[in-house]
């Protein structure tokens, strides 16, 4: 069983688009986060969740909007799409918001065209 | 803010040898992650160091905090082809409440058979 599960994989689309990315995790964890890799490997959280609550908003254009249906849920929206968001995206989740995540989904290859 | 600087960037090493990685804190760290990348996958969850001297060990890899906390070393052992991969040092970047990982740069390990 994947313990973080992320959707789609790959993601290819046009500036100016609206897409979304999924995940969930079946770990019973309490938190969720999202992390942006760039072209240079550098990883970077972008938001974390903690029971279905915003705790972490890391200066994310207002483009980005997370949501958390549920606290096994966490979902990431992007409006208007740009060239520089082509990145990986990494969902994870940890146990408790005062540890640190210990597991990843595998990412989502976003590239913009 | 914290920031993280692994070294090396990149090494290359022949199966059977010893290597090390170092990551090393602008700040005093007060939990210290370390992770392995694969190409394609998500990040895996090596080991994580929090007393001052503590060193962990899990098959032929090693991590160690040094006693001011404030660099770590992960050394490999008899090195294979299945260590290859992007090795992630990361640490949280306050003391406590919501804490934030913040990562290095990551170490890019190619083991040659």
């Known amino acids: 069983d994947t313990a973080v599960s992320q959707t789609p994989k790959y993601l290819v689309t046009q500036m100016g688009n609206d897409k979304s990315i999924k995940c969930e995790q079946n770990l019973g964890h309490d938190t969720m986060y999202w992390y942006k890799q760039d072209s240079k490997k550098f990883l970077k959280i972008m938001f974390s969740?903690?029971?279905?609550?915003?705790?972490i908003n890391e200066t994310v254009p207002n483009r980005f909007s997370p949501k958390s249906p549920d606290k096994a849920h966490l979902n990431l929206h992007i409006n208007s799409l740009e060239l520089g968001d082509s990145a990986v995206y990494f969902c994870?989740?940890?146990?408790?918001?005062?540890?640190?995540?210990?597991?990843f989904g595998d990412g989502t290859r976003l590239s913009i065209l | 803010s914290q920031e993280l600087e692994q070294s090396p960037q990149s090494l290359i090493v022949q199966e059977g040898k010893n290597l090390t990685i170092n990551c090393t804190s602008s700040k005093t760290l007060y939990g210290l992650y370390w992770y392995k990348q694969k190409y394609g996958e998500g990040l895996i969850f090596l080991m994580m160091l929090q007393k001052g001297g503590e060193e962990k060990s899990h098959e032929k890899i090693t991590a160690k905090l040094d006693e001011k906390k404030q660099q770590s070393s992960l050394h490999i052992t008899a090195s294979q082809p299945s260590h290859a991969g992007i090795y992630l040092c990361g640490a949280a970047s306050t003391q406590g409440g919501s804490e934030k990982l913040v990562f290095g740069k990551g170490t890019k390990l190619t083991v040659n058979p």
């Open positions: 994870a989740s940890s146990h408790r918001v005062a540890e640190q995540p210990q597991h």
């Open positions: 969740y903690n029971n279905k609550e915003l705790i």
